[in-house]
């Protein structure tokens, strides 16, 4: 495991997990203890990013194949882009927070076409940054279901509870399958958001110098 004084920190579960709250309070952690902290979300809010959402809203229709590479566009984008890219955010010393990396893409795009496929037409992503930790806050779907119902207006393209068991099995698949590459740190989510924040913070604490 690597000892680094600022990480690229990916936050992994399905909808409702409470990745966004997770970001929230790891930065808020992370800021006290004197980190420069960029935490950032995929899909984006630039050009790319902005168009899968109008599909995932579905006020625009595209096949699952034409998402699958405007996930990878857009993530080359947020990595490699000379203004707010990671690469650059990583080099001037900011510990980096991203909710939703390509573990996301093998989960939900893996749900709809073979995953192997989405690994590799990820393999730019992988080759230029690899995440220090993969954090995977594992909810059940029957819990982020009723989260989500509870607090949003507007249930998205792949939010049914179905789906959510499925994406859920393929996270686990990609992690079986990646295990020798990546580094999970799988979190039990279905508590309290301090008790998950407690655990993500010392994983992360002990990764740094
Ligand atoms: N551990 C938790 N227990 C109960 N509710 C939670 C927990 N974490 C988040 N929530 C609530 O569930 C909803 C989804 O959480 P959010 O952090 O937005 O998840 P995600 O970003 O993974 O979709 C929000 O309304 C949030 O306040
Ligand atoms: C990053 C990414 C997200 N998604 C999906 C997962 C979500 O349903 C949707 C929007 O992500 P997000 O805004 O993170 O939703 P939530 O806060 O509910 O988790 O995009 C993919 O299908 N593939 C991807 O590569």
Same mark, same amino acid.
């Given at each position: 495991m690597k000892h680094r004084n600022n990480l690229f920190i990916a936050l992994e579960g399905i909808d409702g997990s409470g990745k966004s709250t997770q970001t929230k309070l790891l930065t808020e952690q992370l800021t006290n203890q004197g980190h420069k902290v960029y935490s950032t979300f995929e899909?984006?809010?630039?050009?790319?990013?902005?168009? #899968?959402?109008?599909?995932?809203?579905?006020? @625009?229709?595209?096949?699952?194949? #034409?998402?699958?590479?405007l996930f990878v566009a857009d993530r080359l984008d947020h990595l490699l882009n000379e203004e707010y890219g990671i690469v650059k955010k990583l080099a001037e010393g900011y510990t980096v927070i991203m909710d939703r990396y390509y573990f996301s893409s093998y989960a939900y795009q893996g749900a709809h076409m073979d995953i192997d496929w989405v690994i590799q037409a990820n393999a730019m992503s992988a080759s230029i940054l690899r995440p220090d930790v993969n954090i995977f806050i594992d909810v059940a779907p029957e819990?982020?279901?009723?989260?989500?119902?509870?607090?949003?207006? @507007?249930?998205?393209?792949? &939010? @049914?509870?179905?789906?959510?068991?499925?994406?859920?099995?393929?996270?686990? &698949?990609?992690? &079986?399958?990646?295990?020798?590459?990546?580094? #999970?740190?799988?979190?039990?989510?279905?508590?309290?958001?301090?008790?998950?924040?407690?655990?993500?913070?010392?994983?992360?604490?002990?990764?740094? @110098?």
């Open positions: 899909p984006t809010n630039n050009q790319i990013g902005k168009l #899968i959402r109008d599909i995932l809203k579905g006020n @625009t229709k595209a096949d699952y194949r #034409i998402i699958a590479g819990i982020s279901m009723q989260r989500l119902h509870a607090n949003r207006d @507007t249930i998205e393209l792949f &939010e @049914t509870l179905d789906n959510l068991k499925l994406v859920r099995s393929k996270y686990m &698949e990609a992690f &079986e399958k990646l295990k020798g590459d990546e580094y #999970i740190y799988s979190v039990d989510g279905n508590r309290t958001p301090e008790l998950i924040a407690g655990d993500i913070w010392q994983k992360v604490a002990s990764m740094l @110098t």
